[in-house]
């Protein structure tokens, strides 16, 4: 069984378009991210919601719109993609002050 | 502002040699620091932990040491594998907050 599981595992699109990302875990944890890992490898928060509800909002653009319809869920919705939102995005979640599990990452490339 | 920072960027390492990876970090709140191992197309995954109620934890061929003081960290890789060959990030993360932060990673090469 997939602890974090993450879909699509790869996404390409045009420049412009809306796309989603959707991520549940299976742990119970109560904490869920949204990482994003650009070309150089550098892991950077961009969300984070405890039970459902925001706790941090990194400086991400307001493009970025994560929603979480339960506590096993959280997507990522990014509206105008732009070539510099070609990244890897991972979800993660963890336990209060806990580990932090990842899922397998989504490769958004856009054109 | 970067708030962990990890060294060296990329490590080259002889099979059966220790690779080691220092981490620092400048808000003594932090009190959670684990290391990650990614491999090429897949997410990080928990390597081992410490708090710093303690200087030393060890797993296997894996350690990491833990200076309070000095506020930093590192982790060394006894009898290093080609197998361990993957990036190796370092985060912190504190008790009030809901976040890791992580080191901008080194690149581990373990040559046969």
């Known amino acids: 069984d997939t602890a974090v599981s993450q879909t699509p595992k790869y996404l390409v699109t045009q420049m412009g378009n809306d796309k989603s990302i959707k991520c549940e875990q299976n742990l119970g944890h109560d904490t869920m991210y949204w990482y994003k890992q650009d070309s150089k490898k550098f892991l950077k928060i961009m969300f984070s919601y405890n039970n459902k509800e925001l706790i941090i909002n990194e400086t991400v653009p307001n493009r970025f719109s994560p929603k979480s319809p339960d506590k096993a869920h959280l997507n990522l919705h990014i509206n105008s993609l732009e070539l510099g939102d070609s990244a890897v995005y991972f979800c993660a979640s963890s336990r209060p002050f806990g580990k932090a599990f990842f899922g397998q990452g989504t490769r958004l490339t856009v054109v | 502002q970067q708030q962990v920072k990890q060294s060296p960027q990329s490590l080259i390492v002889q099979k059966g040699g220790i690779s080691i990876i220092n981490c620092a970090y400048e808000?003594?709140?932090?009190?959670?620091f684990p290391w990650y191992q990614q491999f090429p197309g897949k997410g990080p995954a928990l390597l081992i932990a410490i708090r710093p109620d303690v200087s030393e934890k060890k797993e296997g061929r894996f350690t990491i040491s833990f200076n309070k003081s000095a506020k930093q960290f590192s982790l060394h890789i006894m009898d290093s594998q080609p197998g361990d060959s993957a990036t190796y990030f370092c985060a912190a993360s504190k008790a009030s907050g809901n976040q890791f932060y992580f080191g901008t990673g080194t690149s581990l090469t373990v040559i046969p």
């Open positions: 808000n003594t709140a932090f009190d959670y």
